[in-house]
């Protein structure tokens, strides 16, 4: 069975300061790996995705991601982060963009001046 | 390009009660999804239409929930009778197989309050 763990519930990270949000999976096959954002009373945004390729995918807003196969990780990065980028992330698997995605249970960022 | 439209936004029932939702696909996409958001978790689905069939309604709790996806576009999820656990974020989301993009868009989600 497909599973997804975000090992942090909350993190908080001053304006400018960079940011790592830790994706763990489990998946039988090569997964599909997506992040979503998700700020209060919004539905979820696709940040960027990877299906296969380059390890280190672009996505909006300025966030990467980098897949290791070898630590079934997802890592979401942003150099430098803005007060507009405090909602909750959520890293997701599945065997296509298209099947049943498998969601973490998410990351709160809070961003303090 | 609209985005999925979900309604209401927001609903209070009180237990027992029935209560359904709405949703309203982007246009040409085939592929619907239901999910559930309990208060801090991640969504889960509890439905998955491809155009008019339901694909994959493992996780729909059959007792008292139930869908259709009228003529492939729009879709409603009912629950009756509405009980206290219910209470969550009802998620609604599209895609179009093929189109290649790969991905799911979401909707703004329904609030329902069971008192």
């Not at chain 2, 259709?68 to 895609?95: F, H």
Request: hydrophobic share 35%; aromatic share 12%.
């Amino acid at each position: 069975a497909q599973s997804v763990t975000q090992p942090d519930i909350h993190i908080t990270v001053s304006e400018g300061a960079s940011l790592e949000l830790r994706c763990n999976y489990s998946y039988g096959a090569t997964p599909y790996l997506f992040w979503y954002v998700q700020s209060p009373g919004q539905g979820l945004q696709l940040l960027l995705k990877y299906f296969s390729g380059d390890t280190l995918v672009q996505g909006i807003k300025g966030f990467e991601a980098e897949f290791k196969r070898s630590q079934s990780s997802f890592n979401l990065r942003k150099p430098s982060v803005h007060w507009s980028d405090a909602a909750e992330y959520f890293c997701a698997v599945g065997p296509s963009g298209y099947s049943t995605l498998t969601f973490g249970k998410g990351t709160m960022l809070l961003v303090s001046p | 390009e609209a985005g999925v439209v979900q309604s209401p936004r927001y609903k209070i029932i009180e237990k027992k009660q029935p209560v359904a939702f709405w949703c309203n696909p982007i246009s040409g996409h085939n592929t619907l999804y239901w999910y559930r958001q309990n208060l801090g978790q991640g969504p889960e689905l509890l439905i998955r239409y491809e155009n008019e069939e339901a694909v994959d309604d493992s996780q729909l709790p059959k007792d008292r929930f139930s869908a259709e996806r009228l003529k492939g576009v729009d879709s409603t999820l009912k629950i009756q009778p509405a009980e206290l656990g219910d209470s969550a974020v009802y998620l609604c989301a599209s895609s179009l197989i093929g189109g290649g993009g790969n991905e799911q868009f979401f909707g703004p989600g329904t609030r329902l309050t069971v008192l």
